[in-house]
């Protein structure tokens, strides 16, 4: 008989989610996807979950309502043209739902195959679909040519942005327990909104 309480075919509860948005093919762009791929043998805590969100928007919100999570991060390269290549952002994301023009819009090029981090933000926060606590941690590519592999500089933080992932699963699980021993957070990561390494 099994100690879990869970029955079967049951999962724990998803206390921390985390996904990563690619474009498959597109060097850096396809960071999130590629990123999973690199820590797939990392170790987790229970309730922790690591998801390829690589899909259209309104895919992503229903895969976020059958989970549930208390806390979701979001990883992937985001052209912003205002930081060099390699540079991460981390930051604490705004929920105001955006307009309903925008998303309309974004929803007819979501259908049409588009896969893009900010189309995910705008349409999962329009539904109120992400958790109180979402961080969404981008890399600025060096390199959006078709092809595999990461340029060099986005390769250089690969590291920085599991250390912050790290950070990030630590603090939400200790959020919901904070009486009980969390994994320790990672030194190296910091909180800022953009980081070089």
């Given at each position: 008989m099994s100690d879990t309480p869970y029955g079967l075919g049951e999962r724990p509860p998803t206390r921390?989610?985390?996904?990563?948005?690619?474009l498959p093919w597109l060097r850096d762009l396809d960071f999130g996807t590629q990123f999973l791929k690199r820590i797939a043998d990392v170790e987790w805590p229970e309730g922790v979950v690591m998801e390829d969100l690589s899909y259209s928007a309104h895919r992503v919100l229903h895969t976020l309502q059958?989970?549930?999570?208390?806390?979701?991060?979001?990883?992937?390269?985001m052209p912003r043209d205002v930081d060099l290549p390699g540079?991460?952002?981390?930051?604490?994301?705004?929920?105001?739902?955006?307009?309903?023009?925008?998303?309309?819009?974004?929803?007819?090029?979501?259908v049409g195959g588009i896969i893009d981090l900010d189309h995910t933000l705008a349409?999962?926060?329009?539904?109120k679909g992400f958790p109180a606590d979402t961080v969404v941690i981008e890399?600025?590519?060096?390199?959006?040519?078709?092809?595999l592999g990461f340029s060099d500089e986005v390769e250089s933080v690969v590291d920085t942005v599991l250390e912050m992932i790290q950070e990030e699963v630590a603090s939400g699980l200790l959020d919901k327990h904070p009486n009980a021993d969390g994994p320790p957070a990672v030194e190296g990561g910091t909180?800022?909104?953009s980081e070089h390494a």
């Open positions: 921390v989610l985390v996904g990563g948005i690619g059958d989970f549930a999570p208390d806390k979701v991060v979001l990883v992937g390269a540079t991460i952002r981390r930051y604490q994301l705004d929920l105001t739902p955006p307009g309903d023009e925008e998303v309309a819009d974004r929803l007819g090029e979501a349409v999962v926060r329009y539904w890399v600025e590519p060096g390199d959006r040519a078709f092809g909180r800022e909104d």
